[in-house]
Every structure is written in C-alpha cells, then in structure tokens.
C-alpha cells in the first residue's frame, strides 16, 4: 500500500511514475486524493461538532446545578448527536473506500527499473552458461517423461482436470530430492530459517502480500467462515508470520526458506502453454523471503538474486537474468529480478524465479515495522524470490540433460539424494 500523505504531498509524482506500468491505475490517484480532502474535511466538520456538544454539556451540567431548564440545551445536544453520528456514518463510507482503493492502486517501481510496455522491453542483465548441444534433436519433457514413467498427464487429467501433473516412480523421487536439495543448500550455505507454513491463509493474509483484493479471480478460495484461501506462494503465510509486530532493531535481517504447493487458477492465461507442465494450476516452490531495514533492502534484493542463481549454477544449467520493465513488473514489486532458464526441448526461456523487493509496500498492508536506534517505529522493507519453482526446474533438467539413446543424466549435486543413481 502507497503512503497516502506522499499522495497528498506530491500527486503529480505518483501519477507520472503509475503512469510507467501502463495500466491506467494513474486516474485513481485523483480519486485518492479527493476521497482524502473528503475525509479530513469530515473530520474536522465532526471534531467541531463534538467541541460544540462538550460545551453545550457543561452548560447542562451548570445549568443543572442552579436548578434552572435545561430543555433548550437538551435539544441542542441532541441534533449535534444526530449530526455527529450522521458524520461518522459518512466518514467511515470514504475511509472504507479509501482504503480499498489504496488496496487496488500498485507499487511505484525504483529508479533504476527499465521504462517499456511488454516483456519486449525487459532488460537482460547477465547470460549465464551456454545452451546444451545436441547431435539429435532434443524432445520436448512431456516426451520423455512419458517414456520413462515420470509423469502422468493423463491420469493427473482424469483425476482433476487440465492443468495438474501426476509424478511417479522416479519422476516423484526426482521432485522429491529437488525440494530437498532446495531447502538443504539455503538453510546450510546460506543462513536462512526454515519455516513449514500452513497452506491455507486468511483473506487478511492475501492482502498483506497484495494477492487481494485485486487478484482474487486467480485464488482458489475455501467457503468457510471467515473464507480460506489455497496459497499461490509461500510468500504469503511466510512473510505474515509477524504481520501487525513491532520488531526490534537487531530481529533484522530476518531470512526465511518454506517449501509449499503453490495452487493458482491461472485466470487470465486460458489456451497459454497448455502442453506438458509449464503452466500448471498446482505446483512445488521453495520461496525465499527477506525482511529487512529500510537502507538494506537493495543489497538484500541482488544477494536474494545471487541464492537463487546458485541453484542453477549447481546444476549446471544455461540461464539468464532479466529485469522486469515497467510494464510487466509484478503489482506490488518495486524492483523485480527474473531468472529464466533455458529449455531445449520446448525451445523457449522459462522463467524459475522472481525475485521482488517491495519496498514498505507489504508492511504497510501487513502494519510490520521495526523500532531503530532513535525509538522510532519504521516500516519494514519486504522481498521475496523462487528459489526455484520446480515445474520449470523440472523441464530444464529432463530437456538439458536428455540422451540420445533415450536416458537422462541426473546433475552430480542431486545424485546423492537419489541414493547415488547418475541416470534415469
């Protein structure tokens, strides 16, 4: 969420940098700062009328004292009550949509974020590797995760529909050392805490991390009262570990590592990658999420992108690092780094990962601040990243590392966790 006093302070700033995501959300900074005169002038209409019927009480009282009528003032008091209720019924519709408009408005993006409309316009930071050759042409991984029993397409179909893999025999065991693999080199090598979270949150837990109110159409949701929501990112529950906390100064930096599924409807990409498993409606991830102070956040943002990175140099895999333009950065994101891995078999760049900083952007939904030396109460600077997300992962893996004669080589990293075998 934006700071509503540098709205008021400076429009034309948040107008022009809105502007830059080419989404229109620039013509709600105007309803934003005329719902914000609205407000205040009805505070201030209120706060005299509450002046006035505290006058008028003492006046009673005195009144009261002296045995004289106090019918005149009685009645008196009694319009200001109704007129002060009126107020605060009117007051509490335009901070209600205040708020809800402040909800849907996104972040502004970082200086140093490249301007452009499309993907076109990303900026790529840094290739990495080169592309596998091969003296055959490479299948794509639904081929050859067909051919070696990995996984199911069909029968993931037959039980829930398009968009769901089943993983077997070995394709379930690769996934499984994947996750671990994951999660052992973050928490060993790079000081992160692993947490094990719910995998479904509140709605205040969406908002926190901006999936809603403006995303809802992509959440499965759980008709319970209050509603549940299947989370599309460990991000959510993990960054809400310490929603509405003040936490001291030396908390921070706070460095958390979950594994979840991640469940999304995918709403808006009907007839988008429907082949194989790279846009699939259930997922594995193991999420990375850093909460830090303010002046540290960039640094924490290229480290963040460096973890994730690792994983990919491990494994030996061709990849590049892109930075998101202004028009396709992420809503809430203020900077946002994607790692996107090369896939022979499908011939394409997947993306594995997306690492955001969001600046104070979620703590301000969330109300996450730190105390600083000087006692003060400073919102937090929040980032998160994929490290990785393992349909994609898995894709890289199977397409890179395929054999003529139909096998595919498992990176020597991983091999321990599969008890040693170099091949499937």
């Known amino acids: 969420m934006l700071d509503i006093r540098k709205i008021r302070e400076n429009p034309d700033f948040y107008r022009e940098r809105l502007a830059r995501r080419h989404t229109g959300d620039e013509k709600l900074v105007a309803r934003i700062v005329h719902l914000d005169e609205q407000r ?72 140093s974020v490249p301007i452009g409309e499309t993907p076109a316009d990303n900026r790529i930071e840094r290739v990495i590797g080169k592309a596998a050759q091969f003296d055959f042409k490479p299948r794509p991984h639904w081929e050859i995760g067909a ?18 893999v089943v993983f077997k025999g070995l394709g379930a065991r690769l996934q499984r050392a994947l996750i671990n693999y994951l999660l052992d080199v973050h928490t060993t090598h790079h000081g992160y805490m692993e ?4 995998f479904l949150v509140r709605g205040e837990s969406m ?20 509603p549940l929501y299947l989370i599309p990112t460990a991000e959510v529950p993990v960054t809400n570990l310490h929603r509405e906390e003040i936490l001291s100064a030396d908390r921070l930096p706070i460095r958390y590592a979950a594994y979840t599924p991640c469940f999304r409807r995918e709403a808006g990409s009907a007839g988008k990658d429907t082949r194989g498993i790279i846009r699939v409606h259930q997922f594995d991830k193991v999420e990375l999420v850093h909460i830090v102070a303010p002046e540290e956040s960039y640094a924490a943002l290229e480290s963040l992108v460096g973890h994730a990175e690792r994983i990919l140099r491990d494994f030996g ?18 900077k946002c780094y994607d790692l996107e891995v090369w896939a022979p078999g499908v011939g394409a760049w997947l993306e594995v990962s997306s690492c955001s900083n969001f600046e104070d952007f979620q703590a301000r939904r969330m109300n996450l601040r730190y105390k600083n030396n000087e006692g003060k109460n400073i919102f937090c600077h929040t980032l998160n990243g994929s490290a990785l997300a393992l349909p994609r992962l898995y894709i890289a893996l199977l397409e890179t590392f395929q054999q003529a004669d139909g096998h595919v080589l498992i990176p020597e990293p991983l091999q321990p966790y599969l008890g040693g075998q170099k091949q499937i």
């Open 317 to 334: 895999l061709h990849y590049r690092v892109v930075s998101l333009c202004t028009g396709d950065i992420g809503f809430g994101a203020a």
């Open 147 to 164: 051919q070696l029993g990995l996984i199911d397409l069909e029968a993931a179909t037959k039980i829930s529909g398009s968009g769901f």
């Open 207 to 226: 908002v926190g991390t901006s999936q809603l109110p403006k995303f809802a159409e992509d959440m499965y949701r759980v008709e319970e009262q209050p």
């Open 195 to 198: 947490i094990s979270p719910p």
């Open 40 to 111: 205040r002038k009805l505070l201030q209409e209120s706060e005299a009328l509450k002046s006035e019927r505290n006058r008028a009480s003492k006046e009673i009282g005195a009144l009261k004292a002296k045995g004289a009528d106090i019918a005149e003032k009685s009645a008196a008091v009694k319009t200001i009550n109704e007129q002060v209720n009126r107020l605060e019924q009117e007051l509490a519709g335009v901070e209600a949509e205040q708020t809800d408009t402040l909800l849907r408005i996104p972040n502004v993006n970082h200086d």
